[in-house]
């Protein structure tokens, strides 16, 4: 089944305390994207990696990183979470930045104390 | 800035009616146009795009596009309750990312 898997779908954690969402795909996509879902703010992209090895900025990068060493998988991570990141977490997938994000993955609700 | 601007709601319809969901957009470049619908706590699912200007039917949902105008809108005919979430209107402008509007919550009422 094609699908975009996060892990973990719940988490509560300390100001300051390092951690990883896990984003990984099996549709052999080329593009991948995180996007945070904030009430009254919607959508908004955080990063985009267009291959392995290539990624970007998109609208609200500040305090987060990513990687992709591997085609298949795009993690998130915040080196030193703080309370305004707490938010709804969306992985996605397409098959080239030329297409939409056809696939999200089931989202990450994260709570920074 | 690109920008997508949607009425947020809530827009009540009741059951068999057409609900109507506008967007307009602001990067005149702009060439393809999706809808999203969430459900409540539940990621976005890709109910439709389109990519030129008049209509694209797919069973009972409808996208109009007016490239004009800079204006897209989605028709769901014969609304049923478990048509009640939140629409989301995205646009392409070229190959960049995509930009999201901030959703119209739709509520069918039976």
């Known amino acids: 089944e094609a699908q975009v898997t996060q892990n973990p779908r719940y988490l509560i954690t300390v100001t300051g305390k390092k951690l990883t969402v896990t984003c990984s795909q099996n549709m052999n996509h080329e593009y991948m994207s995180w996007y945070r879902q904030d009430p009254g703010l919607g959508l908004r992209q955080i990063y985009y990696s267009m291959n392995v090895e290539v990624t970007d900025k998109g609208d609200v990068p500040e305090g987060y990183k990513v990687s992709r060493k591997e085609k298949r998988n795009f993690p998130l991570i915040l080196e030193s979470p703080s309370p305004n990141q707490t938010s709804l977490y969306f992985c996605?997938?397409?098959?080239?930045?030329?297409?939409?994000?056809?696939?999200f993955g089931q989202g990450t609700r994260l709570t920074v104390v | 800035q690109k920008e997508v601007e949607q009425n947020s709601g809530p827009l009540s319809v009741p059951e068999g009616a057409i609900a109507s969901l506008n967007c307009t957009y602001s990067d005149r470049g702009s060439q393809s146009f999706f809808w999203y619908r969430q459900y409540s706590g539940k990621s976005p699912e890709l109910i439709m795009s389109i990519y030129s200007n008049g209509d694209k039917e797919d069973g009972r949902f409808t996208a109009q596009l007016n490239k004009a105008s800079q204006y897209v809108s989605l028709l769901i005919r014969d609304s049923q309750p478990s048509d009640s979430a939140t629409y989301l209107c995205?646009?392409?402008?070229?190959?960049?990312?995509?930009?999201f509007g901030k959703g119209t919550r739709l509520s069918v009422i039976a």
């Open positions: 995205a646009v392409k402008p070229g190959n960049t990312p995509l930009v």
């Open positions: 996605a997938s397409s098959l080239s930045q030329g297409a939409t994000e056809a696939f």
